[in-house]
């Protein structure tokens, strides 16, 4: 090797060492900066990263309370919660819904109506976290997913209390069901002020009681603590305040006479309303054919909903409380009551009856039911045999503002006050209503009709049941409720619903004992209603009463056999007892039953006998065509 | 007694010459970060049960090879350089006609009955191959030689930049660099350079591949895409700047125990480290890599070759590039490019690379007064 390729690569190496140096101080320089930003975001920032880091940990989940439970009056449990697994689904978290539940279909059961109910929940609920997919999963099923969860972001299993009905159909319409909060509720609950009672509840009271005393029933949410992954799976919780369990209930109701009242219709359409004189307390409520509510909890799939909703029979209808029915001749008692208080009838003022009424100037003339008449008719057996004429003559006297100023006093026209929401208040006319609804006057044939409980007049079984009461509690009015007491859920102090009367009827004794007489011989021998009263062991004042569903002309005779069974008439009656101290007062109706002795009266006396003597009846009440009645 | 004595000198005389390439400092340190690694790779793969057992392995392939290299004179590397280099380009070009597309990216080879990525060929050979070049042309560098340099580092980064692979090309092409810097490239073309890559700098942005421009927009300003692609960044400065000076302790992240940072067993590994050691870890394990190319110059700074010196400088510097980038990454100040915290991450591939280097570093410094210029 040559000397200057010696110095060459000597001056090689030096200008080697020289850049090394240089590389080496970059090095340092570069890992100054690292350390200056570790510096900076682990010493001056880090409160506000280790905020970020607690912030991405911690989350507080609102813990949904307890509902109250709701028991009848002997203790028998109607609703409780039993706690059950569901798969639940965020569906802000998943972002092919279609794809994770056709995964999770082979992990888990899952029909095409969990999928339809899913959809359904789904528009209805849009800003909802979580919704589920499968309720009530078995223990094999939460096995089997839990080992494959990790595939499933978004999907989670939770344990949830589930509303229960354990009577199942049995006073489902008086019960009435929960269902999911949807975004109605949710607006509503906003505009209330009490939407952070919601935080962490799914479902609220929708219908009946559940509606009603949703504020005792729902409680309010407990908040925990809780640790969360990134996947935002709950891993433990820090610290926890419970939630305050809502308060129970216990009803008035008595489910053994609901069950004996609801077997007595048959496979009839109707209802029923039993309420106790002496408290206004509602023993029985009754409509006839009622539903399953457990199938609305966990969100109805769209399959039973059709079914119920298109059931020719209205199953949802709440008949009871919603149905305005003409009263027919159960309004007669009142009619006589206003006759003699108002000074119109005496005892003894009798009438000839040829079998019709007429009004002077006017063509049309008023049938009574019976061709040819009752002959002569006094108060007592205008109320027994249900005589017609007697009630249009009255009905003319009195002039329906009379009428409606005192037989009001009974709650017929106005809604009762009962203690389930969406009662209808029925009708009771005068001569401003009509004015007002119609721009009509009022014509002197209008009252005729009304004297009868037909025309204008629309009452529901509720509104039955509870003037029944007024006038077997000698004119004291308690307004019918349904609860008995409301439990406290932490101090179990009870909280009576409604124990004093709310007014009075201003009624002459002697007067009220002689329309009760008369009630008490309707269901004795040559009453309407005697063959429902025969053999009974005590004694009970009733009225019957047929409510036409289709108008008839002028001189048609109605037969009952000819007539389709939608166009026969609805079948009334109202009945207390015992009539020496009435214990329960119930109002009858039967759609399509034909007459109120036959068909609505036999009833009655089914419930009675089980009240009073504990006697349970070995098939549905008879309603073969039997009594003669209006 | 005699025949004990024996087999015992007979034993120990197999040890000095099994250890005798192995260079004492160098292996020490990379052990430390070895373990410290493994311990943060414990911590981090809660959820990935076998991780660590498999990066034992993938340790223990690496130190064979890395002991393997040790046993390679340099000149011997050097009768390497070109067909390695060759084989690296013509594989690159195969990949870009045969390659197998994961992610989006055309990486993978496929080689009778396991793959390759070719790219990881070149992190050596480009050094190898720069390194040779310039032994070749001893004392006589003209502006010709300058340019086949230019070309020798182009062509492999760019076939590597279009697979897409950023963050390799990154590598391989600094590792290209250090070569030619070290080979004594002039500051004024160096200079001329930074000035038309500042220049260009827009045409190459109108090159880079949309998720590639997003890395670097969200780098610029994370939150504008926080459930995208600046969850990355957000969630590993979170876990850096919530671990404080301390760090919550090794196990105790919350930020990677609760499965807030993406990556954590490779890429990410380094927010795992930061939040459960905190800023002395940091400190730390900065020392630690310092020491290590501090070490590696020191080999580089020795060596008797220009080969020898340029290959060695540029390993060093490679690995300080590794470690830059990935920590420069993780927490915020470089954009998201795939480039693993030497030592530390999990994967084989990258050990094996980093220990290739390593020991060749050994052999390097083995050899040193064995080769007389």
């Not at chain 1, 216990?250 to 209802?271: C, N, P, S």
């Not at chain 1, 009452?459 to 007024?470: D, E, H, N, V, Y």
């Not at chain 1, 009435?582 to 009833?603: C, D, Q, R, T, Y």
């Not at chain 2, 050691?277 to 940091?282: H, M």
Request: aromatic share 10%; hydrophobic share 45%; with cysteine.
């Amino acid at each position: 090797m040559s000397r200057t390729q010696f110095s060459d690569a000597s001056s090689d190496v030096r200008r080697f060492h020289w850049r090394l140096a240089i590389a080496g101080v970059a090095v340092f320089a570069a890992f100054s900066v690292l350390f200056g930003r570790f510096f900076y975001l682990q010493v001056v920032q880090h409160d506000y990263y280790q905020t970020k880091a607690e912030d991405n940990r911690i989350t507080v989940v609102p813990v949904a309370p307890n509902r109250g439970i709701i028991s009848d009056r002997n203790g028998v449990v109607l609703a409780r919660n039993d706690a059950a697994y569901t798969l639940e689904i965020s569906p802000g978290r998943v972002a092919d819904l279609e794809g994770t539940i056709d995964g999770l279909a082979a992990v888990v059961d899952i029909q095409p109506k969990d999928r339809k109910r899913f959809k359904r929940l789904l528009d209805e609920s849009k800003g909802a976290d979580s919704l589920p997919i499968r309720t009530r999963l078995t223990d094999e099923e939460v096995a089997r997913f839990a080992a494959q969860a990790f595939r499933f972001p978004g999907v989670e299993i939770r344990a949830r209390l589930f509303r229960q009905y354990p009577q199942g159909k049995v006073a489902s319409h008086a019960l009435g069901y929960i269902g999911r909060i949807n975004d109605k509720d949710l607006e509503r609950l906003e505009a209330e002020g009490t939407l952070a009672q919601y935080k962490g509840s799914q479902h609220m009271g929708k219908v009946g009681i559940e509606q009603s005393y949703e504020r005792e029933l729902h409680g309010s949410p407990g908040f925990a603590q809780v640790e969360i992954d990134a996947g935002g799976r709950a891993l433990r919780t820090l610290s926890s305040t419970p939630p305050v369990s809502g308060n129970n209930l216990v009803l008035t109701l008595d489910t053994k006479l609901q069950e004996v009242a609801e077997r007595a219709f048959g496979d009839r359409r109707g209802a029923l309303v039993a309420i106790e004189p002496a408290t206004g307390g509602v023993l029985a409520f009754v409509s006839v054919p009622t539903f399953d509510p457990n199938l609305f909890v966990d969100g109805i799939d769209p399959t039973s909903w059709q079914a119920l909703n298109e059931d020719p029979d209205r199953p949802l209808n709440n008949r009871a409380l919603t149905g305005a029915y003409p009263p027919g001749s159960t309004f007669k008692p009142f009619m006589a009551m206003a006759g003699l208080e108002l000074g119109k009838r005496s005892p003894d003022y009798t009438i000839q009856d040829p079998g019709s009424f007429g009004l002077p100037g006017v063509s049309h003339r008023w049938r009574d039911w019976k061709a040819g008449g009752h002959g002569a008719v006094n108060l007592h057996k205008s109320i027994v045999i249900s005589c017609d004429t007697y009630y249009y003559g009255l009905g003319n006297d009195l002039g329906v503002d009379a009428i409606h100023s005192f037989v009001g006093q009974f709650g017929f026209g106005q809604r009762t006050g009962i203690d389930i929401e969406g009662e209808k208040p029925g009708l009771l006319p005068s001569q401003k209503w009509k004015w007002d609804r119609y721009k009509q006057k009022w014509y002197a044939g209008d009252t005729i009709s009304i004297s009868i409980g037909q025309g204008y007049n629309l009452a529901t079984p509720l509104q039955l049941a509870f003037a029944t009461a007024i006038l077997a509690n000698n004119g004291v009015v308690y307004k019918p409720h349904i609860v008995r007491y409301v439990e406290d859920s932490r101090t179990g102090e009870r909280r009576a619903v409604e124990p004093q009367p709310v007014r009075t009827v201003k009624l002459t004794p002697k007067w009220v004992e002689l329309v009760k007489n008369a009630m008490v011989d309707v269901t004795r021998p040559g009453g309407t209603a005697a063959r429902a009263g025969a053999g009974a062991g005590y004694q009970f004042g009733g009225k019957t009463g047929t409510a036409q569903v289709v108008a008839m002309k002028q001189g048609e005779k109605y037969d009952e056999k000819r007539v389709a069974e939608r166009h026969r008439d609805h079948a009334l009656f109202i009945a207390y007892a015992p009539a020496e101290n009435p214990k329960i007062a119930v109002g009858i109706l039967v759609e399509n039953g034909g007459h109120g002795g036959s068909a609505a009266a036999p009833i009655a006396r089914q419930v009675f006998d089980y009240f009073l003597l504990g006697k349970l009846p070995d098939r549905p009440a008879a309603t073969s065509a039997d009594d003669d009645d209006d | 007694m005699q025949g004990a004595i024996d087999v015992f000198g007979a034993l120990r005389a197999i040890g000095h010459r099994f250890v005798a390439n192995i260079d004492g400092p160098l292996f020490s340190i990379a052990l430390v970060i070895l373990s410290i690694g493994l311990a943060t790779l414990f911590s981090a793969s809660s959820g990935f049960p076998g991780r660590v057992t498999g990066q034992v392995i993938n340790i223990a392939v690496a130190l064979t090879v890395m002991w393997l290299m040790a046993q390679i004179p340099p000149q011997t590397l050097m009768r390497f350089a070109v067909p390695v280099y060759l084989l690296g380009v013509i594989l690159l070009v195969g990949v870009a006609l045969f390659g197998e597309i994961v992610n989006g990216a055309r990486r993978w080879l496929h080689i009778g009955v396991t793959r390759i990525q070719p790219s990881e060929i070149m992190k050596i050979a480009m050094p190898l191959m720069l390194a040779w070049f310039f032994q070749r042309r001893e004392g006589f560098v003209s502006w010709r030689e300058w340019i086949a340099a230019a070309l020798i580092l182009a062509v492999p980064v760019l076939l590597i930049a279009k697979q897409p692979d950023l963050g390799t090309a990154v590598l391989v092409a600094a590792a290209g660099f250090y070569v030619i810097f070290l080979a004594g490239l002039s500051w004024k073309i160096m200079i001329g350079l930074a000035i038309l890559g500042g220049v260009s700098l827009p045409v190459l942005w109108s090159m880079l591949h949309d998720y590639q421009r997003r890395r670097v927009l969200t780098l610029l300003d994370p939150t504008t895409d926080p459930l995208g692609a600046g969850y990355h960044i957000i969630q590993s400065t979170i876990a850096v700047g919530s671990g404080g000076l301390t760090g919550k302790g090794w196990l105790e992240g919350t930020q990677t125990h609760l499965e807030f940072i993406p990556e954590r067993t490779t890429d990410f590994i380094f927010a795992v480290y930061s939040e459960e050691f905190g800023l002395l870890g940091n400190a730390t394990l900065l020392v630690l890599y310092l020491l290590l190319i501090w070490r590696g110059m020191v080999i580089a700074a020795n060596a008797p070759t220009l080969f020898s010196r340029l290959l060695a400088g540029a390993i060093v510097m490679t690995f300080f590039t590794y470690a830059f980038v990935n920590m420069g990454m993780v927490s915020g100040i470089l954009p998201v490019v795939g480039v693993p915290l030497p030592l530390i991450s999990y994967g084989g591939t990258a050990l094996v690379t980093l220990f290739t280097g390593i020991g060749i570093l050994m052999s390097i410094h083995q050899h040193r007064k064995l080769v007389p210029t």
